[in-house]
């Protein structure tokens, strides 16, 4: 039951986002804010996990193909496809859900604990608005960091195939140019719009209908990390059967 009492709110909630509506003004610079805190702020983390994954993609590789007979294009075709299908766009998104689903969580939390959410009710200004959507606009850049990733993994795949003598550069071009199928892109990018809708929404839940003080911010942050990242697996599964069986 509280499941069920929990996912209506989260509805509930997003309804009351899209209610009465901040001053453009003011909303223009909160969005640019949390673009800079949750997007702007993620991108050392993000570049430097998705360069040496893909590195390591290639390496694991190359080290497993014994077979002479097989062409090291493989090496880049399986580095591109392991990139753009899942590492970039559902392994960075749970990342992301630790480091700005904790952020998000944590700050609207300590709002709440401080009282600074009533006293924005007080002042009769729309909480949900004024918080949460700024949040959400902001992650619909979310694409752009999932793109970075996708180049970064590749070229770290690159990196580390070539200048460790496992592939040559002519090869690996090849290899990542060998049965691209576009749709694979858009597929990757429908994942992320949801995924960012996602890290935008369920940590701001639970940072805004949390109880207690200090000590319940800290659980409310780890409890987002989990349903978040929960989550984005189930959808993730829902969206590949739908789009690639």
């Given at each position: 039951?509280?499941?069920?009492?929990?996912?209506?709110?989260?509805?509930?909630?997003?309804?009351?986002?899209?209610?009465?509506?901040?001053?453009?003004?003011?909303?223009?610079?909160?969005?640019?804010?949390?673009i800079?805190?949750?997007?702007?702020?993620?991108?050392?983390?993000?570049?430097?996990?998705?360069?040496?994954?893909?590195?390591?993609?290639?390496?694991?590789?190359?080290?497993?193909?014994?077979?002479p007979?097989?062409?090291?294009?493989?090496?880049?075709?399986?580095?591109?496809?392991?990139?753009?299908?899942?590492?970039?766009?559902?392994?960075?998104?749970?990342?992301?859900?630790?480091?700005?689903?904790?952020?998000?969580?944590?700050?609207i939390?300590?709002?709440?604990?401080?009282?600074?959410?009533?006293?924005?009710?007080?002042?009769?200004?729309?909480?949900?608005?004024?918080?949460?959507?700024?949040?959400?606009?902001?992650?619909?850049?979310?694409?752009?960091?999932?793109?970075?990733?996708?180049?970064?993994?590749?070229?770290?795949?690159?990196?580390?195939?070539?200048?460790?003598?496992?592939?040559?550069?002519?090869?690996?071009?090849?290899?990542?140019?060998?049965?691209?199928?576009?749709?694979?892109?858009?597929?990757?990018?429908?994942?992320?719009?949801?995924?960012?809708?996602?890290?935008?929404?369920?940590?701001?839940?639970?940072?805004?209908?949390?109880?207690?003080?200090?000590?319940?911010?800290?659980?409310?942050?780890?409890?987002?990390?989990?349903?978040?990242?929960?989550?984005?697996?189930?959808?993730?599964?829902?969206?590949?059967?739908?789009?690639?069986?």
């Open positions: 039951m509280s499941y069920l009492q929990s996912t209506g709110e989260y509805f509930l909630m997003i309804k009351g986002v899209f209610g009465r509506m901040t001053k453009r003004s003011v909303l223009t610079n909160l969005v640019f804010k949390e800079d805190d949750l997007i702007i702020g993620s991108l050392g983390i993000v570049s430097f996990i998705s360069f040496f994954i893909g590195g390591v993609v290639a390496i694991q590789t190359a080290l497993n193909l014994n077979n007979l097989i062409p090291r294009t493989l090496i880049a075709f399986a580095a591109r496809q392991s990139v753009i299908l899942e590492f970039a766009p559902t392994f960075i998104s749970i990342i992301m859900a630790g480091k700005v689903g904790s952020y998000i969580t944590s700050s939390g300590t709002m709440r604990v401080t009282q600074q959410i009533d006293a924005l009710e007080v002042m009769g200004i729309n909480s949900l608005n004024y918080l949460v959507l700024p949040k959400i606009i902001a992650m619909l850049t979310y694409p752009f960091v999932i793109a970075i990733s996708m180049f970064l993994g590749i070229f770290g795949a690159y990196s580390a195939g070539v200048l460790g003598g496992f592939v040559s550069s002519q090869d690996f071009i090849r290899g990542l140019q060998e049965d691209f199928i576009a749709f694979h892109l858009v597929y990757a990018f429908v994942k992320t719009f949801l995924f960012a809708l996602l890290l935008a929404t369920i940590p701001s839940y639970h940072g805004y209908y949390m109880k207690g003080g200090a000590l319940e911010v800290g659980q409310a942050s780890t409890t987002s990390f989990v349903w978040t990242s929960v989550v984005i697996i189930i959808t993730n599964y829902i969206v590949t059967q739908l789009l690639l069986s």
